[in-house]
């Protein structure tokens, strides 16, 4: 059987054993899916590449903490959102934050896909989505396109409950007036 036709379970214990044919196969399964979900968060192409690649070798090394093969996908994709949220937290502390229009698509499978990418309404919102204010538009990608709810939107931006839920309340109202205005 070649490694394309392996199923997860198996490519991840030939990983554990180090297998470099299998680690390529499961990059090359999840590489578009992750960087499109750091490149939602940092803005920046090219530390999004960085945060993929990070990423992935900090799976690797960590496949034996992983319980269940079956949630790879998702469990990959906790470590890309948190070393993304790390990298935009470290970059507003030093006032970084990037403000340009980086056009990308989402192709993941819980976001929006390349179809509905093209529907002009969705390209108006994530055009206003990328207007807001940096902690608006981070907290509508995680709770929209990410899909977390508030409890895991406050752990990640160490929000409490409340402040999260009026944060996120307060950049749909934001987004709804940007929108109205176009």
Not at 154 to 180: H, P, Q
């Given at each position: 059987?070649t490694?394309?036709?392996?199923?997860?379970?198996?490519?991840?214990?030939?990983?554990?054993?180090?297998?470099?044919?299998?680690?390529?196969?499961?990059y090359?399964?999840?590489?578009?899916?992750?960087?499109?979900?750091?490149?939602?968060?940092v803005?920046?192409?090219?530390?999004?590449?960085?945060?993929?690649?990070?990423?992935?070798?900090?799976?690797?090394?960590?496949?034996?903490?992983?319980?269940?093969?079956?949630?790879?996908?998702?469990?990959l994709?906790?470590?890309?959102?948190?070393?993304?949220?790390?990298?935009?937290?470290?970059?507003?502390?030093?006032?970084?934050?990037?403000?340009?229009?980086?056009?990308?698509?989402?192709?993941?499978?819980?976001?929006?896909?390349?179809?509905?990418?093209?529907?002009?309404?969705?390209?108006?919102?994530?055009?206003?989505?990328?207007?807001?204010?940096?902690?608006?538009?981070?907290?509508?990608?995680?709770?929209?396109?990410?899909?977390?709810?508030?409890?895991?939107?406050?752990?990640?931006?160490?929000?409490?409950?409340?402040?999260?839920?009026?944060?996120?309340?307060r950049?749909?109202?934001?987004?709804?007036?940007?929108?109205?205005?176009?």
């Amino acid at each position: 059987m070649t490694s394309t036709n392996q199923n997860i379970e198996q490519l991840l214990q030939l990983c554990q054993s180090g297998n470099q044919r299998a680690q390529l196969e499961i990059y090359n399964r999840y590489n578009k899916a992750m960087y499109n979900t750091a490149i939602r968060i940092v803005k920046d192409s090219f530390k999004a590449e960085d945060i993929m690649q990070e990423s992935f070798l900090t799976a690797f090394t960590k496949l034996n903490s992983l319980q269940d093969p079956n949630v790879f996908g998702a469990w990959l994709k906790r470590i890309v959102v948190n070393n993304s949220i790390g990298y935009y937290n470290k970059a507003v502390k030093q006032n970084e934050v990037p403000l340009d229009n980086v056009i990308y698509k989402v192709e993941d499978d819980n976001g929006i896909n390349e179809n509905e990418q093209n529907n002009e309404k969705v390209k108006q919102i994530l055009d206003a989505m990328k207007t807001l204010k940096p902690n608006y538009s981070l907290s509508l990608s995680l709770h929209l396109i990410e899909g977390y709810d508030y409890e895991e939107i406050g752990d990640i931006m160490n929000l409490s409950y409340a402040n999260c839920r009026t944060l996120i309340s307060r950049a749909k109202e934001s987004l709804r007036k940007k929108l109205v205005l176009n």
